[in-house]
């Protein structure tokens, strides 16, 4: 069984403050992908991006960083110099085999 | 590309009403999945197909749901008889070869009173 697990509930920062949503994930699986999603309070849901369970590398895109720990099964985003236009629900995701499993979401929160 | 589309955007009926939810996947996406967000249990896949054939369908809740896909842009869910507990945001998803890497529709806001 697969699972995806991200502790934090809510996140609440000030303007220009770095936030790292932690995820942890479960899977049997030697071959998965991991993604992450964001859910803006309009409610859609955004593509952030995806990694291979092959790829350890970090990636940076912008002011978005992550961080792929297989040994730890860890999946961590962080987000530099954070907006108030940051504040959404982001989601970590696993995938094997079509099916995407997501986490409960972490809320965050960007105050100006 | 216009992206996945649903609609309606928002569906209020009253308990017992049939529901169709619709959706058109990204043009030369063969996979489509449907989706459903509760505050209790999250972000749930219901059922996928591949080349407009259902694979999946072992998340349907129960026998009162049901999808389709006629043709290879358009897929239906349907609810029936809605209950208040089908009250939730329904999303359709829409890949290609890629097939982990889903694209979502805006979704679709489901209240049954």
């Known amino acids: 069984a697969q699972k995806v697990t991200q502790a934090q509930t809510e996140i609440s920062v000030v303007e220009k403050e770095d936030v790292t949503l932690d995820c942890v994930y479960e899977t049997r699986d030697t071959t998965y992908y991991l993604f992450w999603y964001k859910q803006p309070p309009s409610g859609e849901l955004v593509f952030l991006i995806r990694r291979n369970s092959f790829d350890e590398q970090n990636e940076i895109s912008g002011r978005y960083s992550w961080n792929f720990q297989k040994s730890t099964s860890s999946f961590n985003f962080t987000i530099t110099a954070s907006q108030v236009v940051d504040s959404a629900v982001y989601f970590c995701?696993?995938?094997?085999?079509?099916?995407?499993?997501f986490g409960a979401g972490t809320t965050v929160t960007v105050r100006a | 590309d216009a992206g996945v589309i649903q609609s309606p955007r928002h569906e209020v009926t009253e308990m017992g009403q049939e529901v169709t939810l619709r959706c058109k996947p990204i043009?030369?996406?063969?996979?489509l999945f449907w989706y459903r967000q509760t505050m209790m249990r999250g972000l749930e896949l219901l059922i996928y197909f591949n080349n407009n054939v259902p694979i999946d369908d072992s998340g349907m809740p129960e026998d009162r749901f049901s999808a389709k896909m006629p043709n290879a842009s358009f897929s239906t869910l349907k609810i029936q008889p809605s209950e208040p507990r089908d009250s939730a945001v329904y999303f359709c998803?829409?890949?290609?070869?890629?097939?982990?890497?889903?694209?979502f529709g805006p979704g679709t806001r489901l209240t049954v009173t």
């Open positions: 043009s030369g996406h063969d996979y």
């Open positions: 998803a829409s890949s290609n070869l890629d097939r982990d890497e889903q694209y």
């Open positions: 995701a696993l995938a094997n085999d079509y099916k995407l499993s």
